[in-house]
Nanobody, 127 residues
Framework: DVQLQAFGGGLVQPGGSLRLSCAVS????????IGWFRQPPGLEREEVSC??????HFADSVKGRFTISRDSAKNTVYLQMNNLKPEDTAVYYC??????????????????????WGQGTVVTVSS
C-alpha cells in the first residue's frame, strides 16, 4: 500500500521557521517524485515544491525561504520553511508527482493518475 503522512505543522510567528515532514511507505523515491502543495483558507490549492532525483523546484512565492530534502533511509521528505509570512498560512500536503518541465519552468504533476496524497498538516503564521 502506498501511503504518505505529512506532519510538523503548527502556529508560528512571522519570521519564524517550521519543518514539515512527509513520511512515505509502499514505494521508493526511485518510483515517484514528491511534491508539496498547500491550500490557503478560501483559496485554490497551489504547488509549493517538487523533488525528484534530478529536479528541485520551488514556487516563486517561497523561493529563497523554503528548502526541500529527503532521507532515503527514513523514507521521509522534509520541507524546511524559513522566514514564514502570514500568506504562508495554509494546509500543506505532500503527494507523489512527476516534476515536469513545461514552458520554462517545472510543475509538480500528480502521478500516477491523481497521485497518492497524505493528509494535510496545518501551518498558521500569525502574531
Amino acid at each position: 500500500d502506498v501511503q504518505l503522512q505529512a506532519f510538523g505543522g503548527g502556529l508560528v510567528q512571522p519570521g519564524g521557521s517550521l519543518r514539515l515532514s512527509c513520511a512515505v511507505s509502499g514505494f521508493t523515491f526511485d518510483d515517484y517524485a514528491i511534491g508539496w502543495f498547500r491550500q490557503p483558507p478560501g483559496l485554490e490549492r497551489e504547488e509549493v515544491s517538487c523533488l525528484s532525483s534530478s529536479v528541485t523546484h520551488f514556487a516563486d512565492s517561497v523561493k529563497g525561504r523554503f528548502t526541500i530534502s529527503r532521507d532515503s533511509a527514513k523514507n521521509t521528505v522534509y520541507l524546511q520553511m524559513n522566514n514564514l509570512k502570514p500568506e504562508d498560512t495554509a494546509v500543506y500536503y505532500c503527494a507523489t508527482v512527476k516534476c515536469t518541465y513545461y514552458s520554462h519552468r517545472y510543475y509538480a504533476i500528480p502521478f500516477p493518475e491523481k497521485g497518492f496524497w497524505g493528509q494535510g498538516t496545518v501551518v498558521t503564521v500569525s502574531s
